[in-house]
Nanobody, 124 residues
Framework: QVQLVESGGGLVQPGGSLRLSCAASGFTFSTYYMAWVRQAPGKGPEWVSGISPGSGRARYADSVNGRFTISRDNAKNTLYLQMNNLKPEDTALYYC?????????????????WGRGTQVAVSS
């Protein structure tokens, strides 16, 4: 059974940093393309970033490029998102998602492949 459990969210002031983690189980993590997606209150989901199985490739949405860094540790079956210089518009529920196809590198993976999410709030 595929399971993705996100953690690391919280309340942070503008300009601050957070590191999200996603613990994966129930599938061969090292062979999956992984992604972070987010959904702000009252808005549709947004693809944030994707990473290839071997970490050789990563892509970012324009809205976070240069501020967020995606990474993974295949030995620990864990996905990360380092978020720096956070802005109020980054406030959202953040989900990790996995997909066997490269589509996760540039578009929203199927909703059924998402975890339950971790809340990030950026406010002074």
């Amino acid at each position: 059974q595929v399971q993705l459990v996100e953690s690391g969210g919280g309340l942070v002031q503008p300009g601050g940093s957070l590191r999200l983690s996603c613990a994966a189980s129930g599938f061969t993590f090292s062979t999956y393309y992984m992604a972070w997606v987010r959904q702000a209150p009252g808005k549709g989901p947004e693809w944030v970033s994707g990473i290839s199985p071997g970490s050789g490739r990563a892509r970012y949405a324009d809205s976070v490029n240069g501020r967020f860094t995606i990474s993974r540790d295949n030995a620990k079956n864990t996905l990360y998102l380092q978020m720096n210089n956070l802005k109020p518009e980054d406030t959202a529920l953040y989900y990790c998602a996995g997909n066997a196809t490269p589509n996760a590198m540039f578009e929203l993976p199927p909703r059924s492949s998402w975890g339950r999410g971790t809340q990030v709030a950026v406010s002074s």
